[in-house]
């Protein structure tokens, strides 16, 4: 549950970066940089293209580990999915314990669960920058 809201909030924030929109925005700095005839106004306008371009990045980085928290969280229900339907249709096995199909399915979930971890620390790594 953690994850999934760290995740929404980091799609809030990407949808407040909006680095589709930032390209106009450069393209006029540019322009306006280029027709400045002082030094200092040039100046200004080359930190805010750097500032504008390294919001881009950012929220390009944000895309990215929101992009692999979805994967992962759709190979997580698709594996706790399939975990239920083996225990809906197992066949006892005796003394010789679970049936193969359960024992695989408990093995993709655990794996699962090892990955979104990595995903949650990834996603903390990101709000901290």
């Known amino acids: 549950a953690a994850l999934t809201l760290r995740r929404d909030e980091l799609g809030r924030a990407l949808e407040t970066a909006a680095p589709a929109e930032l390209h106009p925005q450069l393209a006029a700095l540019a322009e306006r940089r280029a027709s400045a005839r002082d030094e200092l106004a040039r100046e200004s306008y080359a930190r805010a293209e750097a500032a504008l371009r390294e919001r881009a990045t950012r929220g390009d980085a944000i895309a990215r580990v929101v992009e692999r928290i979805d994967a992962r969280l759709a190979a997580a229900v698709a594996e706790l999915e399939a975990a239920a339907f083996a225990l809906a249709t197992r066949t006892e096995d005796g003394a010789h314990g ?10 993709r979930l655990r794996g ?8 949650e620390e990834a996603l903390a790594e990101v709000g901290a920058l």
């Open 98 to 107: 679970p049936p193969a199909a359960l024992t695989v399915a408990c093995d």
């Open 112 to 119: 699962a669960g090892v990955e979104l971890t990595a995903e």
